[in-house]
């Protein structure tokens, strides 16, 4: 007997997630293995290549655009980090999301000088040089927009022994605002969910990794439900908001 009229097949046929690439990236004004600002010029270099990668690129001590500073998701960042041995002075650099994810590794360049400027100039040259082209990562951390596309005004409806039930993960998710909505953080912290606010309190709009859905609160907690073919999934979500 058909019980359950669902709001989620009508919200599955008609949102798509626009995920936008990265348009900010934040860079050291002083790496932390030197005692300066702009040791070396090593500074400008690194903002140089970056913005050469078409990016705009701001120190970590800079006002930042009114939309950066209210949303740090919006932004990747880059730092250089320093394994040096006492004949090889190796740097490499590491881009990382609003979450301290690493998304990407330079090759870890080295060098023999014994000269400390023309040694550093080598190491970073060599590793910013090897990021060349590969800066291009999508923002699922700081979606902004919704495209919406028209489709039928039907609603429906599936029988409650359609519903395939999954626990999902026994741990809790933490809640991070973000524009129009929430991300899910697990305590490491990675990013679980994607959430978008609806015009109910108790029904988002909701992306997990490649899964498209809604996530819905009812008597006995919230759940995400999707469907995958004509088959509608519900895992229960432990969150706190």
């Known amino acids: 007997m058909k019980k359950v009229v669902l709001i989620i097949a009508l919200f599955l046929s008609c949102i798509s997630f626009a995920q936008e690439s990265y348009k900010y990236i934040i860079i050291p004004s002083q790496f932390s293995f030197f005692t300066e ?10 903002k140089s290549f970056f913005q050469s990668e078409g990016l705009e690129v701001y120190y970590d001590n800079e ?6 500073s209210k949303n740090r998701c919006l932004t990747l960042y880059a730092n250089a980090v320093e394994s040096n041995t006492m004949f090889l002075t190796k740097i490499h650099f590491e881009i990382k999301d609003c979450t301290n994810k690493v998304l990407l590794k330079s090759e870890l360049a080295t060098s023999r000088e014994k ?70 953080v697990n305590d490491k912290p990675e990013t679980i969910f994607i959430l978008k606010k609806t015009s109910a309190d108790n029904i988002f709009i909701a992306q997990k990794d490649s899964k498209s859905g809604v996530l819905m609160k009812k008597s006995s907690g919230w759940f995400f439900e999707y469907y995958e073919g004509d088959k509608l999934f519900s895992e229960k979500v432990e969150v706190k908001f």
């Open 115 to 184: 000269q400390y400027k023309v040694a550093y100039t080598q190491t970073f040259r060599q590793a910013l040089s090897s990021l060349k082209g590969k800066i291009n990562f999508k923002n699922v951390d700081a979606i902004e927009k919704i495209e919406v596309v028209e489709t039928p005004k039907e609603v429906v409806e599936v029988s409650k022994n359609e519903i395939i039930s999954n626990t999902g993960a026994a741990n809790t998710l933490f809640a991070i605002p973000i524009v129009n909505g929430y991300k899910l």
């Open 37 to 46: 600002t702009n040791k070396y010029g090593l500074n400008e270099l690194t």
């Open 63 to 68: 006002k930042f655009p009114d939309e950066l």
